[in-house]
């Protein structure tokens, strides 16, 4: 674990794997101190906002440091949602090259295997989903397009999305639901949260 500061009311802690983020997640997550504000994951780090007037700098990085990350909890407790998909997406077939498996084992293999959201970013709602099935890690387009629709599901690295909304964006697309993932009036906003498990179904 390597801690860096950013500015002077955060702490962004570098690990070496999305393991070991998640597991420092949850660890901290479950045992908060005052002052600290938000922890947010993503792919090999952890963000740690906090407010100078209520904790100390060293404080921080201690409690950081001295957490001990916390397994996955059992997937029988995890909330689960079941995303409909026509699988339509223009990079389907590319997909099916990259990986060797024909459009419809691309299809079993996405549908076959619950994920979990790890973490949100890029824009508002968007989950990264990791622990599908492995055999579905692609690249990236080698060029993003400049708008993919909201709704459009995809897959990239060891990662599958839905797209909350209409943005530019370099992931495969595979699929489409009509499922909003996305309600800024919603309680709660994003329909897929850190820790959520995804499930999804051919239309």
């Known amino acids: 674990m390597r801690l860096r500061d950013v500015g002077r009311s955060a702490i962004l802690a570098e690990f070496e794997d999305l393991d070991t983020v998640l597991g420092y997640f949850r660890a901290l997550d479950a045992d908060p101190v005052r002052g600290v504000q938000e922890i947010v994951p993503a792919s090999r780090t952890l963000l740690v906002r906090y407010d ?16 001990t990350a916390l397994p996955p909890p059992d997937p029988g407790e995890a909330e689960e ?12 077939a590319d997909v099916a ?8 084992e691309v299809v079993r293999a996405h549908t076959g295997t619950p994920w979990i959201v790890a973490f949100a970013g890029f824009a508002p709602g968007f989950g990264y989903l990791v622990d599908g099935d492995p055999r579905l890690r692609v690249p990236r387009r080698a060029e993003p397009r400049t708008a993919v629709p909201a709704g459009a599901v995809a897959v990239a690295g060891e ?6 909304r209409s943005s530019p964006g370099g992931w495969q697309l595979i699929g489409t639901t009509d499922t909003v993932v996305w309600d800024p009036e919603g309680t709660p906003p994003a329909l897929l949260r850190p820790g959520v498990r995804v499930r999804f179904t051919a239309m």
């Open 159 to 164: 990662f599958s999305g839905v797209y909350p």
């Open 81 to 92: 949602v079941q995303l409909a998909v026509r699988y339509d997406g223009p990079d389907l």
């Open 97 to 104: 090259e990259h990986t060797g498996l024909s459009v419809d």
């Open 52 to 67: 100078p007037a209520q904790v100390t700098r060293d404080s921080v990085g201690e409690w950081i440091t001295g957490a």
